[in-house]
T-cell receptor, first 115, second 113 residues
Framework: DAGVIQSPRHEVTEMGQEVTLRCKPI?????LFWYRQTMMRGLELLIY????????DSGMPEDRFSAKMPNASFSTLKIQPSEPRDSAVYFC?????????????FGEGSWLTVV | SQQGEEDPQALSIQEGENATMNCSYK?????LQWYRQNSGRGLVHLIL?????REKHSGRLRVTLDTSKKSSSLLITASRAADTASYFC?????????????FGKGITLSVRP
């Protein structure tokens, strides 16, 4: 099993630019999560999907952030326009069955730096 | 809002010693999970304990859950240098019709060879 695959692994971009992070969940998993990790705030749940449908996006910081899941094997997290305070590690994760009641498998993260 | 709070924030021990890490939480939970994160990597699931369980073992790991005190502990026995990592507790709290897995800020464990 390839695990959760995220791209890019590292991105450095200038303030104001659009950033798109990509995720391929584990095949067969029906839940997909986007988390953000910073030193100050730790791990924050941004949004999660069940069967490609967004269930809870209350963690999305503001309208600059958007996430989509057009099919069961692909999701994107977009930041437009990006700001320096968006610098963080963004993790995609997936699970099967009861969402948070089962093991969640994390990708290796996308390390974003906005200058 | 922070649900799980780990204690201590950092722990340094000698190889072979046991490491005990604690987690406290605020609201009712369905389950509590522990994850490990090596530097620069993603989180890896270690163990899940449900709210109706009190203790669970997995290899050198032992997890306890006390729902009356809203606390959990993770014990790593006979630690190894390779156990050096950050450890997170995560609580599955039900919010309305949905649930949410909320992570603490983590404990940095250093195991000296």
């Amino acid at each position: 099993d390839a695990g959760v695959i995220q791209s890019p692994r590292h991105e450095v971009t200038e303030m104001g630019q659009e950033v798109t992070l990509r995720c391929k969940p584990i095949s067969g998993h029906d839940y997909l999560f986007w988390y953000r990790q910073t030193m100050m705030r730790g791990l924050e749940l941004l949004i999660y999907f069940n069967n490609n449908v967004p269930i809870d996006d209350s963690g999305m910081p503001e309208d600059r952030f958007s996430a989509k899941m057009p099919n069961a094997s692909f999701s994107t997290l977009k930041i437009q326009p990006s700001e320096p305070r968006d610098s963080a590690v963004y993790f995609c994760a997936s699970s099967y069955g009861t969402g948070f009641g089962n093991t969640i498998y994390f990708g290796e993260g996308s390390w974003l730096t906005v200058v | 809002s922070q649900q799980g709070e780990e204690d201590p924030q950092a722990l340094s021990i000698q190889e072979g010693e046991n490491a005990t890490m604690n987690c406290s939480y605020k609201t009712s939970i369905n389950n509590l999970q522990w994850y490990r994160q090596n530097s620069g990597r993603g989180l890896v699931h270690l163990i899940l304990i449900r709210s109706n369980e009190r203790e669970k073992h997995s290899g050198r790991l032992r997890v306890t859950l006390d729902t009356s005190k809203k606390s959990s502990s993770l014990l790593i026995t006979a630690s190894r240098a390779a156990d050096t990592a950050s450890y997170f507790c995560a609580t599955d709290e039900r919010t309305g019709a949905n649930s949410k897995l909320t992570f603490g800020k983590g404990i940095t464990l250093s195991v000296r060879p």
